[in-house]
T-cell receptor, first 108, second 116 residues
Framework: EDQVTQSPEALRLQEGESSSLNCSYT??????LFWYRQDPGKGPEFLFT???AGEEKEKERLKATLTKKESFLHITAPKPEDSATYLC?????????FGRGTSLIVHP | DTGVSQNPRHKITKRGQNVTFRCDPI?????LYWYRQTLGQGPEFLTY????????KSRLLSDRFSAERPKGSFSTLEIQRTEQGDSAMYLC??????????????FGPGTRLTVT
């Protein structure tokens, strides 16, 4: 059974204070690891897909990396508008397994 | 394309009533998913369609839940005899393309169900 564990559950940062979110996973035959952003009361918004160990993707202040056991979402010089829950999901078949997410709050 | 849409956005119902939600996916996507999400949890898979065929259903899904996707376009999720434990956000997502293979999912805004 695929498993995804995200840490920390919650993270508070000051504006400009860089940090990383972790997603540890176990899956048989990874087809893709996904990062989503979810704002309160809204559906998740797709950010990145990573397919193989060593792959990196960047978008504005976000950078996602992947190893064989975990993925990191690095946030560089975050701004208050980066506050959201960040979800990680892994997919071996056509059914993804989601983690519980990391709730990020960035204070001005 | 306007993305994935869901209706209604909010639904309040009394215990024992039936409810139906609608999802309109991105038009060129052939896979459609339904999830349930409660506070502090990630989306929990309910069921999945490829075109009009329902290919997988969660073992946790009660017989009170049923979903359809006629003609491989929009989908409906019906919950019969609602219970207070059904209160949650119901999310729809679509993925895939007719000519290729793409696994990332695009979510709708969700339907918030409250059972009183």
């Amino acid at each position: 059974e695929d498993q995804v564990t995200q840490s920390p559950e919650a993270l508070r940062l000051q504006e400009g204070e860089s940090s990383s979110l972790n997603c540890s996973y176990t899956v048989s035959g990874l087809r893709g690891l996904f990062w989503y952003r979810q704002d309160p009361g809204k559906g998740p918004e797709f950010l990145f897909t990573l397919y193989s160990a060593g792959e990196e993707k960047e978008k504005e202040r976000l950078k996602a990396t992947l190893t064989k056991k975990e993925s990191f979402l690095h946030i560089t010089a975050p701004k208050p508008e980066d506050s959201a829950t960040y979800l990680c999901a892994v997919q071996a078949s056509y059914i993804p397994t989601f983690g519980r997410g990391t709730s990020l709050i960035v204070h001005p | 394309d306007t993305g994935v849409s869901q209706n209604p956005r909010h639904k309040i119902t009394k215990r024992g009533q039936n409810v139906t939600f609608r999802c309109d996916p991105i038009s060129e996507h052939n896979r459609l998913y339904w999830y349930r999400q409660t506070l502090g949890q990630g989306p929990e898979f309910l069921t999945y369609f490829q075109n009009e065929a329902q290919l997988e259903k969660s073992r946790l899904l009660s017989d009170r839940f049923s979903a359809e996707r006629p003609k491989g376009s929009f989908s409906t999720l019906e919950i019969q005899r609602t219970e207070q434990g059904d209160s949650a956000m119901y999310l729809c997502a679509s993925s895939g393309t007719w000519t290729g293979s793409s696994y990332e999912q695009y979510f709708g805004p969700g339907t918030r169900l409250t059972v009183t």
